[in-house]
């Protein structure tokens, strides 16, 4: 579980990282969701994180979705703390970031907290080996 869902949220974040270069209403300078360059360069590295860890296995799948998740939920206490338009005087972010922030933080902390628990194999019947 821990591969797929690394490789799912792998691929959404590279997306909105290069949607964010783009003008649309979701992602960028106007969007819903502020962003600018570096902000999209860092979606777009975490990303491609997540996407080798999906190759490397389910251990290191289960790692790094726990690892982006704590630095998305340090993004978002950050954000609520600190306010403004800008995380750190660098990064453009708005009060939606901060919610988003959270609730991937969240998500891809517990995912890769349950990503290692797979169910044991079930035992085949002895004809049927």
Known sequence: MAKTMALVFGIIL?????????TNPLVGANGLFA???LHNIVH???GI???????????QS?????????????LALLGFLLGGTTLLGIV????MD??????LGIVL??????????PAPAAMPMGMQ
């Open 14 to 22: 590279v997306l909105i990282g290069l949607l964010g270069f783009v």
């Open 92 to 95: 453009a972010v708005n009060a």
């Open 44 to 46: 777009i590295l975490l």
């Open 109 to 118: 902390l517990v995912t890769g907290m349950r990503g290692n628990t797979m």
């Open 49 to 59: 994180i997540l996407l080798v860890a999906s190759r490397a296995g389910q251990a």
């Open 35 to 37: 962003t600018n360059g």
């Open 98 to 103: 901060h919610w988003l922030h959270l609730v």
């Open 62 to 74: 289960a790692l790094w979705l726990k690892v982006v998740g704590v630095v998305f939920l340090i």
